[in-house]
């Protein structure tokens, strides 16, 4: 138990749906992260926020839109992806300013795939 | 590319010897961190060691760093099976906003 959890853990979909993902941190933290990991890839930043504040957009394309409604919760929506873009979706949490100088928690993540 | 590298890409030994593992970047850096991942899970951070650290221990992991040569090293002593496991480091992109920047990993196989 990593004190984040993430919903749903495995997603397959079809380019013209629409869904979320979601991740629920309880460990206090006021900053949380989107990150995409892909075969063979390092992992990507996607997104940061802090105190609910999007502070880092990665050059993310606009069919992933974040939502942050509080310190503790951060969903991605997702609508009409592409197969690309089938990868293990991982949220993280830290204390801090959303930067690199403290730990961060991850989830489990979701796997999507994108048919 | 910020991004670090990390050596081996993969590294399969033997129940009981010791894993190394290294981390090469290319800019200035104000900590390194060391995190695992299982197969299916998400990241663990490990160690964070700060770049007027040189060396840093948490029960059978040790973290070197050194900032001359722009390199960390993750040696495990006496490994278990339960190591299996890929192992990444991460560091502060020097670049726009603080952000950790993370390497493509090593691939640690421990065989019974």
């Known amino acids: 138990e990593t004190g984040v959890t993430q919903t749903p853990r495995h997603l397959v979909m079809g380019m013209t749906n629409k869904k979320s993902l979601k991740c629920e941190q309880h460990l206090g933290h006021n900053a949380m992260y989107w990150y995409k990991q892909s075969a063979k890839k390092p992992l990507e930043l996607m997104f940061v926020?802090?105190?609910?504040?999007?502070?880092e957009n990665n050059s993310v394309p606009s069919r992933f839109s974040p939502e942050c409604p509080n310190s503790s919760h951060l969903f991605l929506h997702l609508h009409t992806l592409q197969p690309e873009d089938s990868a293990l979706y991982l949220c993280?949490?830290?204390?801090?300013?959303?930067?690199?100088?403290?730990?961060?928690?991850f989830g489990d993540g979701t796997r999507l795939s994108i048919l | 590319s910020q991004q670090g590298e990390e050596d081996p890409q993969a590294l399969s030994i033997q129940e009981g010897e010791n894993a190394t593992m290294n981390c090469s970047y290319k800019?200035?850096?104000?900590?390194l961190q060391w995190y695992r991942q299982n197969s299916g899970r998400g990241l663990v951070h490990l160690i964070l060691?700060?770049?007027?650290?040189r060396e840093k221990h948490s029960g059978r992991l040790r973290v070197t760093l050194d900032t001359s040569k722009k390199s960390s090293s993750l040696l495990i002593t006496a490994s278990r099976a339960a190591d299996t496991a890929s192992y990444f480091c991460a560091r502060i992109s020097n670049q726009g906003a603080q952000k950790l920047v993370f390497g493509q990993g090593t691939r640690l196989t421990i065989n019974p």
């Open positions: 993280a949490s830290s204390q801090g300013g959303g930067g690199g100088n403290q730990p961060q928690h």
């Open positions: 926020y802090n105190f609910k504040e999007q502070t």
């Open positions: 800019t200035s850096i104000n900590n």
């Open positions: 060691i700060r770049s007027n650290e």
